[in-house]
């Protein structure tokens, strides 16, 4: 009775082993066939709760639990700390993910999810712009280049071809350093010049946005004339007042929630009305048509659900199998005698 | 950034350096102390939510987290599956805990809670039981001999001199067992005679419920005529329709519960009048006089506070400290450069 351990050093070999390109379309190609299976009544995915603090920096604490009815429980355990980057050079995003087994309530195994959160969250925008997204090659443009980012545009290029970036940030270490972190892509990057983040959405075929803006404060780019077609991934609104999108913009467009639950309480759909709101995103994998018209801006709002953590847990213990990699740790207290806690343990 | 790990070898080598009559002593003085210093203005201790299915048989998931500003998040995760001694030779709690840095969303630790769970609980009763039981040398009844029953009994043997134990479960193997498992205590312990429940919990001073009834099924034992000093630990009611308790006992009782809203929804004060509900036991701690009557039964209404968790995991993290146990492990991802996830980890 054993709990399986994937700590950092074993998600480095797998990624390195794997290779990010593969690693990321198993991700996105995961989501895709879960989210076409993917029935309300069998999987109960409870919206994110947690502990919110203020000392004086904003700090949260959250859990994702999930569970599929006839599989396991998994939770993922969730900080969001946006100072870590500037003050502690620590990943705003700290989390770890757990599976127990529900015959017997036994942890079958705990992940790091720093980088699972990443790449799944990278590996939903990459399906949903996959299906919504214009056909053709396309000029992605980023607001935010923190880690997010990474996975984001790294996922859109495995879905699309893409042929320029351009891209925004308001801290400067992020901003500078963001070609550096994506050279593994080989993709030509402008930075976007200051006070020219309504000229570059108006411009690009695809936005994301995944900043660290405070709640109350959105949103981080103004009124702008999208292109006709244009997508949008939404991902940094994740709490109650935390915006990214002007409302001019979500008036206009057919808004994609990951988890609709979740997304009117943290989401971009905070701000937008309840006829404007589309289906899910599972919804969407499971219309035999296409969902988007021809001319129309879509959002995905992505507020990160359960779901998609279990599926990149599951991925990577299934990776971890396939290559051997990973330990195992006798973790629980399990006595002999089930009946003497003070006994022999096993 | 390594996260200390307390597993089941590491807990066995505690138990066996410290002892176990100091470890359930420090357990019990720990609760006392945190409970003495409780502020709830200060303290977010949710109520236990979780999943529950039946396949066919009863399993739950949950999860119980607490924060104490200015300290760091505490969740246990405890799995709840009744039939598995009898079925699977397992505990029916199997349970870990962790602790996270709220500076940073840092996972600091994780440890076995199994056995945790068994000693918080004891403790939990024993605490009660120095408040509120008569100051005597004192006979115990206990309905249900299995895993907790050990530290219950191991926890009131701590406080008051136990001259006599009187005991029953209704399944063979933990009745057959029980005077082996206590037999480090060097109690007379005789078992209750079938049919005879009512007339042991007549005879005894302090009475411990800890069974597994199923939902719907209780009480256990049925109405009597309790010593007017009676002191009852209720420790199995932890669950909506779960009850040990006959209605008639709690209506004549001054009922503690350790935690008012988790003992409304889950415990015996699901059928208690609210106007008989009295204080928390933290409250009990911290009145500067004795809360019992003369002649008054009390009953300690114990579905399991998240906080007592805290102060358990804290107690072994400071004992691990102290003895130089247990291991440390790069578990999150962490990157060198904290805005990229694929970047070489520290």
Redesign the interface.
């Known amino acids: 009775?054993e709990t399986r351990?994937l700590?950092?050093?074993d998600?480095?070999i797998l990624?390195d082993r794997v290779g990010?390109d593969a690693l990321m379309d198993r991700m996105i190609e995961a989501l895709r066939e879960r989210f076409a299976g993917h029935d309300a009544e069998l999987v109960?995915a409870r919206p994110r709760a947690?502990?919110r603090?203020d000392?004086p920096a904003l700090?949260?604490?959250e859990?994702m639990?999930t569970?599929e009815?006839?599989g396991p429980?998994v939770?993922k355990?969730?900080?969001?700390?946006p100072t870590?980057?500037t003050q502690?050079?620590?990943?705003?995003?700290?989390?770890?993910s757990?599976m127990?087994d529900?015959?017997?309530?036994?942890?079958l195994a705990?992940s790091?999810s720093?980088?699972l959160t990443?790449?799944r969250t990278g590996a939903a925008s990459g399906l949903a712009t996959d299906l919504m997204a214009i056909d053709t090659p396309i000029t992605v443009g980023m607001i935010g280049?923190?880690?997010?980012a990474?996975?984001q545009l790294h996922a859109i290029s495995r879905v699309r071809t893409v042929q320029r970036v351009v891209g925004y940030d308001p801290s400067p270490?992020?901003a500078d350093?963001?070609a550096d972190?994506i050279a593994?892509l080989g993709l030509p990057f402008d930075p976007c010049p200051e006070g020219g983040l309504e000229s570059m959405a108006a411009e690009v075929d695809v936005l994301v946005t995944c900043t660290s803006i405070d709640i109350g404060a959105g949103p981080v780019v103004g009124d702008f004339e999208p292109r006709p077609w244009l997508h949008v991934n939404a991902v940094g609104a994740d709490f109650p007042g935390k915006l990214e999108l002007p409302t001019s913009l979500l008036e206009s467009a057919l808004v994609i929630p990951d988890t609709l639950e979740q997304c009117l309480l943290e989401g971009e759909c905070q701000q937008v009305p309840a006829h404007r709101i589309g289906p899910d995103l599972f919804e969407v994998v499971q219309a035999e048509e296409t969902t988007k018209e021809k001319a129309q801006v879509t959002v995905f709002d992505s507020t990160g659900w359960a779901v998609e953590d279990d599926v990149a847990l599951r991925v990577m213990l299934e990776l971890a199998d396939e290559h051997d990699v990973g330990r195992r740790?006798?973790?629980?207290?399990?006595?002999r005698?089930?009946?003497?806690?003070?006994?022999?343990?096993?």
Request: charged share 15%; hydrophobic share 40%; aromatic share 10%.
């Open positions: 009775m351990i700590g950092a050093s998600l480095a990624v990010r109960d947690g502990f603090y000392k700090g949260l604490v859990w639990p569970h009815v006839g429980v939770i355990m969730v900080g969001y700390h870590n980057p502690r050079s620590l990943p705003s995003v700290l989390a770890t757990s127990w529900t015959e017997t309530g036994h942890l705990i790091d720093t980088l990443a790449l280049l923190g880690a997010q990474v996975t270490e992020p350093s963001f972190r593994f740790l006798q973790l629980e207290s399990i006595p005698d089930p009946y003497d806690p003070y006994g022999e343990v096993r």
